[in-house]
Each structure stands twice: as structure tokens, then as C-alpha cells.
């Protein structure tokens, strides 16, 4: 924690040299004097204590555009989202953690970081006394194709310490999310996006809930 300008006054005092053209007491010439060095001391220590937080690519904003500048950010897939103070760290520290994969537990992580929730699905071949009647014809491409599904429209809110004065209440957009994803994903590969998805898998997952919750509740767990 910083020193204030009152303990370095106090501190300036102490080296002074003994004597009476030196007075200690409040009010004199020389302790306006003191004050005026002792708040400039404090203030350079203040700036020494806010080096620690804009070292750390989570809490910076003051050195936000020198982290940008050695993440070669903004780049191609700079989007809406990375207008806010929250998007922008949000694409440094995806940046800056990136180390590559192919995995979907890789491109779930980078949509996180990015502020995404997504989920993966893919797409098996069809096959003869494994499939079933109904089942999709996913053969030919689709053996390569994956699906990123995620909310329709992803929104950041105005968080206080978080985001800057002057910043719109809510921002949002999907664009950041599909150039990247196109940008880190197997060359092989096709990738499908389904906005909405989230809510509809979420909708099915809680009327599978309540049906069977209506027609397998033992009679004596009622009430």
C-alpha cells in the first residue's frame, strides 16, 4: 500500500538537521515546503503501485494499448465486442494464452476466453448395423464438419471496475467469435454455427426433466 503525502511530510521532517532554523511545528514556511515534496512523493509512489496492476494483462487499462501493441491486437478478427474495455482484455488474454489444439475442448476454451459459452457437436458417419432408421445421412463431408453452438446473440454488460466510463450499458455481437474460430480451426475441416442452439438444448434438456419427473415420481414423493 502506498505511503501517503502526510507520512513522507513526517519521514522529510525526520532528516532534518537538529537545530532551530529547522522547525518541526505545523504552520511554518519550511513544513509548506515539506508538503509540497511529500506530495510528489506520494504521488510517484501511488504511480509505483498502479506499475503492479498494469503488469498484469487482467487488470490493465492504462497500458492496454502497449499489451494490444505486443499482441498484435486489434487484428482481423477484431470485432464489436472488442470495443469495450471488457472485450478488449478478453481478446489479449486469449492471446496471449493461446497454445494451439484441435481438440473441442481447445476451441470451447478459446470462445470462453473470448467471453463465448459455446458447446461442439460432430458428426459420426452413417453406417449400416450401427445407425438407425432416421438417423442423419452424415457421411461424405460431414465426417470433417463440426457444429459451434452457442447463444443467439452473445451480450458483455457494463460491469463497474471492469469496464470504462463513456461505454454503452450492453454490447453484442457473434463476429470475433466465427473469425477466430475460422482462423484456429484443422484446415481439413468445416465448421457450422448454430446460434441459438443453447436455448433450444437447454429447453429439451428441461421438458426431458419434467417428463420424466411427471411420469416416474413414486407416488409417496408427492408433496
Request: proline share 5%; net charge negative.
Amino acid at each position: 500500500m502506498p505511503r501517503t503525502a502526510a507520512e513522507y511530510r513526517e519521514q522529510l521532517k525526520a532528516l532534518l538537521p537538529p537545530g532551530i532554523a529547522f522547525p518541526r511545528e505545523h504552520g511554518t514556511h519550511l513544513e509548506d515546503l515539506l508538503d509540497g515534496m511529500a506530495q510528489e512523493l506520494a504521488r510517484i509512489d501511488a504511480r509505483g503501485e498502479r506499475l503492479i496492476i498494469e503488469a498484469n494483462p487482467l487488470s490493465t487499462s492504462e497500458l492496454l494499448a502497449d499489451w494490444e501493441r505486443v499482441a498484435g491486437l486489434p487484428d482481423n478478427c477484431t470485432g464489436t465486442l472488442e470495443t469495450t474495455l471488457q472485450g478488449r482484455r478478453n481478446a489479449l488474454i486469449s492471446k496471449l494464452t493461446a497454445t494451439g489444439g484441435q481438440s473441442p475442448a481447445y476451441f470451447i476454451e478459446v470462445a470462453r476466453a473470448l467471453g463465448y459459452e459455446v458447446n461442439i457437436s460432430e458428426f459420426r458417419p452413417f453406417r449400416a448395423g450401427m445407425s438407425q432408421a432416421g438417423d442423419p445421412l452424415t457421411s461424405g463431408d460431414w465426417v470433417h464438419t463440426w457444429r459451434l453452438n452457442t447463444h443467439e446473440t452473445t451480450v458483455i454488460a457494463f460491469r463497474a471496475g471492469l469496464s470504462a466510463a463513456g461505454e454503452p450499458l450492453r454490447t453484442w455481437g457473434n463476429d470475433t467469435l466465427e473469425c477466430k474460430t475460422d482462423q484456429l480451426k484443422p484446415a481439413h475441416t468445416i465448421v457450422l454455427y448454430g446460434y441459438g442452439a443453447l436455448e433450444i438444448q437447454q429447453a429439451y434438456l428441461l421438458s426431458d426433466r419434467l417428463w420424466h419427473y411427471a411420469n416416474f415420481i413414486l407416488p409417496e414423493d408427492i408433496g
